[in-house]
Nanobody, 125 residues
Framework: QVQLVESGGGVVQPGGSLRLSCLAS????????MAWYRQAPGNQRELVAT????????????IDSVKGRFTISRDNVENTVAVYLQMNNLQPEDTAVYYC??????????????WGQGTQVTVSS
């Protein structure tokens, strides 16, 4: 079945780094644009970074607030797609639960958007 499993979050001080990982399986994610999203308390989920399929050159794009600090990448591992988010110079405003999913819309199962459990990133001194 479809699975999106995010990991790598944690608590870091401002200026610190984290590397998030997502394993996407159970669907042909290799042909999908993939993305990292995040949701801070009281806010709507927002798109953070996107990456095209490897066959399209793995082109990336970012929201302005993370450009130059975050790097998205992807890899194919047998029937699983791995998507990474290297986050450097983290700031308190980056605090959120981070999710990976397809882009521009999340994957749908039985007519509903499917999301993994996400991984919590907390930036605090």
């Amino acid at each position: 079945q479809v699975q999106l499993v995010e990991s790598g979050g944690g608590v870091v001080q401002p200026g610190g780094s984290l590397r998030l990982s997502c394993l996407a399986s159970g669907h042909n994610f290799k042909i999908y644009h993939m993305a990292w999203y995040r949701q801070a308390p009281g806010n709507q989920r927002e798109l953070v970074a996107t990456i095209t399929p490897i066959g399209m050159g793995s082109r990336t794009d970012y929201i302005d607030s993370v450009k130059g600090r975050f790097t998205i990448s992807r890899d194919n591992v047998e029937n699983t797609v791995a998507v990474y988010l290297q986050m450097n110079n983290l700031q308190p405003e980056d605090t959120a639960v981070y999710y990976c999913n397809t882009d521009p819309r999340p994957i749908r199962l039985d007519g509903n958007d499917y999301w993994g459990q996400g991984t919590q990133v907390t930036v605090s001194s």
